[in-house]
């Protein structure tokens, strides 16, 4: 199984972080211009929230430069709280898909942790060196993800003790 782990430390409220990324639009943010996940019906302007923990939210598509279909998502969140939530989906490449993501204050700020684990669905299992591009793959996606975050909300500066 391909684990990820990634942290980000960003100059904002950990509330106003967590509204933020708890939403398909947050997330769209996020990963854009690389990729967009579409909304599946009935969760328009929906927080992860409101879901059920545990239920199917619906398929999302995952669109290379938001037009080309490249994956899909069988969003299922299992835990939902403030400030964290743990996704174990399927896709169609990755069976299971588990995202785990929290937001806790930091200073002045927050800090945002994920944790990806995955295991490749056969053939793609079987192919050598598979497991290393794909956990290279979902490194590159969530590090552009932490990036576009600090884009948009910059990161703290850091003071030493003698300031």
């Known amino acids: 199984m391909g684990e990820v782990r990634l942290e980000v430390r960003l100059a904002v409220a950990?509330?106003?972080?967590?509204?933020?990324?708890?939403?398909?639009?947050?997330?769209?943010?996020?990963?854009?211009?690389?990729?967009?996940?579409?909304?599946?019906?009935?969760?328009e302007g929906a927080t992860f929230d409101a879901l059920h923990p545990g239920d199917p939210a619906g398929r999302s598509w995952l669109l290379l430069a938001g037009l080309v279909p490249v994956e899909y998502d069988d969003l299922r969140l299992v835990e939902i709280e403030p400030g964290r939530f743990l996704e174990r989906s399927r896709m169609l490449t990755i069976d299971p898909w588990e995202h785990d993501r929290s937001v806790v204050a930091a200073g002045s700020g927050s800090l945002l942790r994920d944790r990806l684990r995955f295991e490749l669905r056969r053939p793609l299992a079987l192919l050598p060196g598979a497991d290393r591009l794909a956990r290279a793959l979902v490194g590159a996606i969530f590090r552009h993800r932490h990036r576009r975050l600090a884009k948009l909300y910059g990161r703290p500066t850091e003071r030493s003790e003698h300031e």
Not at 26 to 43: I, K, Q
Request: proline share 13%; with cysteine.
């Open 14 to 43: 950990p509330d106003r972080l967590w509204r933020e990324v708890c939403t398909l639009d947050g997330v769209n943010r996020e990963l854009a211009p690389l990729l967009r996940m579409t909304v599946p019906p009935g969760l």
